[in-house]
């Protein structure tokens, strides 16, 4: 499809963005915690009923939702959005800052909530990215999947719809397609062959040691000193055993101990997260943490073996060959210089290609920017764009628009690429 169909189809059937700049604000204001999405998997199904000869069922997995529009012989297209929000204070002073505050299923805490990954983002370009393409529905011929994944930021959403039959429910893929919103600047659109995310582990550590009376710390076992030797030592695995020209990263993000100064306590918990770029530094990486903590418990004679808990696990994502070369034929004539077919591989997770893989079909996954354009160029012209907050940042907000606009026609030209 040329350039112009694809502009004068997009522009024809395009909807009052007005109204999802609202929706998007809403879902900002409200984010929910991953498996508890309830709130915008409501809002996102009566979305889907509103249009005409949408098929909607909800449940699946948890909250997913998924809306199927049937339109004759052709392939099956499925494009998806992650719904869940994450457990971050909410910073940027927006006028529809989230306040709100859920208790986390998990532990049991009440805890800010924000959107702070984007996913808010992802929801609203997708649920007006299915209004333009049911309107436009004499233009192509297929299938079109649109899903929306609950539970992303825990790698659980996925593989939680996979295992709830999801494609008993609904048809097979023959393509799975997904994007997300970055700190690039709005208005640009990017895919990357090959390798697209790094794949991620993370974990829960127990160290136990001997509590008591912090004025007699030789006759306890201090667990606080034992998690300080292994957070040190866990940073020698990437600058030491890692090669240089292979990439890796190892990050504790939580140390939980004790409740007071005078108390030294039993136990200390770590949370450590994982990132690798292939199978064989992933295994050696996962396999020095093991080595490093079991040591560290023994050189400081802990009366017991740490417990080491996997707590999630995404895969690498790979875009297919074919499929991303279809893709930038299409986005490079849609957007033109706006578009670039090499951006920088991700350094964070997906479990987005589960939804592929399960059933072996090929994928593509590619970024939007949401950076306000002039801001960008400022920080650009600076050399500061460094500081531009990222995502899962309490700063992160992208700009309504034309990141909206973006991450919409993005949808629609992905989806037509194929349908027609």
Known sequence: MAKGKFEILIDQHRPDLGRYEELYRDLHAHPELSTQEERTAKITAQHLRELPDFDVIEGIGGFGVVGILRNG???????????????VQEKTDLPYASTDTMKDKVDGLTKPTMHACGHDTHVTCLLAATEVLSKARREWKGTLIALFQPNE?????????????????????????????????????????????????????????????????????????????????????????????????????????????NIIPDQAVIKVNVRTMNAQTRAKVLASIQRIVKAECEASNAPRAPLIEPTS???????????????????????????????????????????????????????????DPDRW???????TIDE?????????????????????????????TFLT
Not at 76 to 83: G, K, V
Not at 330 to 344: I, L, M, T
Not at 377 to 383: I, N
Request: hydrophobic share 40%; glycine share 10%.
């Open 377 to 383: 160029d400022e920080a650009e012209e600076k050399g």
């Open 313 to 371: 696990q995404f895969p690498l994502t790979i875009n297919n060959e074919e499929v991303t070369t279809a893709l930038e034929e299409s986005f490079a004539a849609y957007f033109g210089e706006s578009y670039s077919s090499d951006v920088p591989m991700l350094q964070g997770s997906e479990d987005f290609p589960v939804l592929a893989t399960a059933e072996g079909r090929p994928y593509c996954y590619w970024v939007f920017g949401g950076v």
């Open 73 to 87: 012989s052709g392939r099956t297209i499925l494009l998806r959005a992650d719904m869940d929000g994450l457990p």
């Open 153 to 261: 930021e825990r790698a659980g959403g996925a593989k939680a719809m996979i295992k709830d039959n999801l494609y008993q429910k609904v048809p097979v893929p023959d393509i799975v397609l997904g994007q997300h919103v970055m700190p690039l600047k709005a208005g640009t659109l990017g895919t990357r062959p090959g390798l697209m995310a790094s794949a991620a582990d993370s974990f829960l550590i127990t160290l136990y040691g001997r509590g008591g009376h912090a004025s007699q710390p030789h006759r306890t076992l201090d667990p606080v000193v034992m998690a300080a030797q292994v957070i040190v030592r866990l940073q020698t695995i990437v600058s030491r055993e890692v090669a240089p020209a292979e990439a890796a990263v190892v990050s504790v993000g939580s140390i939980q101990a004790g409740m007071t100064e």
């Open 388 to 416: 531009i907050p990222i995502n899962h940042s309490p700063y992160f907000a992208p700009v309504v628009q034309p990141t909206l606009k973006t991450g919409i026609d993005g949808m629609v030209v992905a989806a037509l």
